[in-house]
């Protein structure tokens, strides 16, 4: 049901047994934030969908701490809980999927806070559109940190130059997504190729697109990030986004026979006026620079990856 086979997983059920298919299975990688999880799962539980309508599977990616106690303090949803040994988010999500009991799947991350309405949205959409795939958008919770702007900046502007018809997306993240499970497994599920975060969710897009699935985004269901980021940790998530786009682009020359285009120069500098057209008080500078550093850390990263790939047994 993989492109990688998953480390496999145990299972401890919480709350009460699930007797009929839930409509969604929601699912949520996570490894080692049990504050963000706790809000995630708090925010889940105030769904205005009837609980019965949904499950909410948690996957341990091998974190150290202890994540009953936290799940079992939520209700009244039903919440499992899988363990595997770490191997990152796609396998995370591959090993919750395997287990869903749901006929949609829905993925977010553990620093996401999702409103109420978020999953009765969603249904919406796949009672219009029942054989599609549906992407939303996310919302900056914490717009005082200049690194986590500048990354919902950047995400942002990818989600307006690559959806601007929204019933042709080709850029969904994977911390607001829904899925039939057919479909899902139709493609596979997540290239577990990736063993961090950043690539896999652009390639398990583009492996939809290619078997000729609809893909929409719809960028009224937010949901809100919360992912505090310091100069390190910036330059980090930026430097791995990278290595994540180069085993991208070679899943994309062996896929389509060619290599990608590179982006117009024209792509680059609307980005970097993105901050000044925002009016961001006083910051605009401080983000535009930001965001230089992020496509410099990016092909470092690109660049690291494909010379350790050039190296026999790397």
């Not at 919480?14 to 925010?43: D, E, G, W």
């Not at 896999?200 to 980021?229: M, Q, T, W, Y």
Request: net charge neutral; hydrophobic share 35%.
């Amino acid at each position: 049901m993989t492109d990688g086979g998953h480390s496999g997983g145990d299972e401890t059920d919480m709350n009460l047994p699930v007797k009929t298919a839930p409509l969604f299975s929601v699912i949520i990688p996570t490894y080692s934030r049990p504050r963000h999880l706790r809000l995630c799962l708090q925010s889940l539980a105030g769904q205005d969908l009837f609980p019965e309508r949904y499950e909410v599977i948690v996957v341990d990616d091998g974190g150290g701490v202890d994540l009953n106690g936290i799940i079992s303090s939520v209700n009244p949803m039903k919440i499992r809980l899988l363990r595997q040994i770490n191997s990152g988010p796609a396998a995370a999500r591959n090993l919750g999927a395997d287990h869903a009991r749901g006929q949609i799947l829905v993925f977010t991350d553990d620093d996401c806070r999702p409103p109420p309405r978020w999953l009765s949205n969603i249904a919406l959409h796949f009672e219009t559109v029942p054989d599609s795939v549906l992407g939303g958008n996310t919302l900056n919770s914490l717009p005082e940190n200049p690194f986590a702007t500048a990354s919902q900046m950047l995400i942002s502007y990818l989600f307006r130059y690559y959806n601007s018809e929204t019933d042709r997306a080709s850029f969904i993240t994977s911390n607001n997504l829904a899925i039939p499970g057919e479909i899902y497994r139709d493609a596979g599920g997540f290239d577990e190729v990736f063993p961090r975060p950043g690539g896999e969710d652009r390639e398990f897009i583009a492996k939809l697109l290619n078997r000729g699935h609809r893909v929409f985004f719809s960028p009224d269901n937010l949901v809100e990030h919360g992912h505090s980021l310091t100069f390190p940790s910036y330059c980090r998530q930026h430097f791995n986004y990278g290595r994540g786009a180069y085993h991208y682009h070679e899943k994309h020359t062996r896929r389509m026979g060619g290599n990608l285009s590179p982006e117009p120069l024209s792509f680059y500098s609307n980005l970097l006026r993105a901050p000044f057209e925002k009016g961001l008080h006083g910051r605009s500078f401080l983000i535009s620079t930001l965001l230089v550093l992020s496509q410099a850390s990016n092909a470092a990263g690109y660049f690291f990856e494909k010379w350790k790939n050039s190296i026999p047994g790397g």
